[in-house]
């Protein structure tokens, strides 16, 4: 049984005519472009009102609350700049501002350069179960909580009962008051800090090392640059780029340290570890200076913003990009 083709004058009258719209049929089962925006309109609502409820409205509350007098009891009073103008002249912020930066110096250049000296021990000639021990093992701190660390390691630098102390009677040594003098506390949050954040600066620098080319370091070897010349005119600017994200992560999170120095310290002896944070904390649920905690915080945004930019116009300079 033969199939009957159309001829030339069939296929010319299935041809539309000219201007005539074509039409395809919509696949079967498929939605309209209209309702598949409304569907990701609704996928994205409850995301969007996340957003919208829990960081839009607190910022836009702080920032007008920055310019009014509000204890929660009584009603709120305009306070013009007020709030901004009296921390120029409190005491206590100033030394809070002082400490932030002089923490943030100390100890983000620490936590990068252990992180990043870890970081090459690691990515060194050794098994691999080795390595993922290592990964694993210098990355759990951060996982753990900032105030229970902080807890334990109150007690372990307790001036009487202290492991530590106990450690250097051990060789001889006289208790150190770890806790009870301001240089001993600022050396004791920086290093709980730093043993506790330097984890996730450590998988950066894991990741950047491990995107570096083997025949870079061959070459270089061959023409006898090793050891800390190979370091430094090999390894560092090829990892500059995951150096700029490390630091600048690591800066942003140091400006807002809270956790340690009040745990261990509570801001003292006196106000050698009060930080920004803290004064925050202690403005709006202590003093019930919610106007002034506003000043604060929109103040310390600024100034890690300001850092922000900063290091990026930087940058330029010192990163490079393969």
Do not use: C
Not at 76 to 102: C, E, I, Q, S
Not at 170 to 186: D, I, Q
């Amino acid at each position: 049984m033969s199939t009957a083709h159309p001829g030339a004058a069939g296929l010319a009258e299935l041809e539309p005519a000219a201007g005539q719209e074509v039409r395809t049929p919509h696949p079967a089962g498929g939605r309209s472009r209209r309702a598949e925006k409304i569907m990701v309109i609704l996928f994205l609502l409850p995301t969007l009102g996340g957003i919208a409820l829990f960081t839009l409205v607190p910022i836009v509350a702080s920032v007008v609350l920055a310019f009014f007098h509000w204890d929660v009891i009584t009603a709120p009073r305009f306070a013009g700049v007020d709030n901004f103008t009296g921390l120029v002249a409190d005491p206590t912020v100033r030394r809070a501002f002082v400490n932030t930066f002089g923490f943030v110096v100390v100890a983000v250049t620490l936590q990068l350069a252990v992180a990043l000296g870890l970081a090459v021990l690691v990515q060194s000639k050794m098994p691999t179960w080795m390595r993922s021990f290592f990964r694993s093992a210098l990355f759990f701190p951060l996982i753990l909580s900032a105030a229970s660390v902080s807890l334990i390691m109150a007690y372990l630098f307790n001036e009487d009962f202290g492991l530590v102390n106990r450690a250097l009677a051990v060789v001889e040594l006289g208790p150190v008051p770890w806790l009870t003098s301001g240089p001993g506390a600022a050396i004791v949050v920086i290093l709980v800090y730093v043993w506790q954040n330097f984890g996730f600066s450590f998988l950066l620098f894991v990741g950047g090392l491990a995107a570096i080319p083997r025949d870079v370091y061959e070459a270089s070897s061959i023409d006898g640059v090793t050891g800390w010349k190979q370091f430094r005119n090999i390894t560092v600017p090829l990892v500059s780029p995951t150096l700029l994200v490390a630091s600048v992560m690591a800066i942003i999170s140091a400006l807002q340290i809270f956790d340690q120095p009040y745990v261990l310290t509570r801001g003292g002896p006196g106000d050698s570890t009060r930080t920004a944070v803290m004064v925050i904390y202690e403005s709006a649920f202590q003093q019930l200076q919610f106007g002034r905690a506003s000043a604060i915080g929109i103040v310390l945004t600024l100034i890690i913003m300001a850092v922000t930019f900063l290091q990026f116009r930087l940058s330029r300079r010192f990163v490079f990009y393969q």
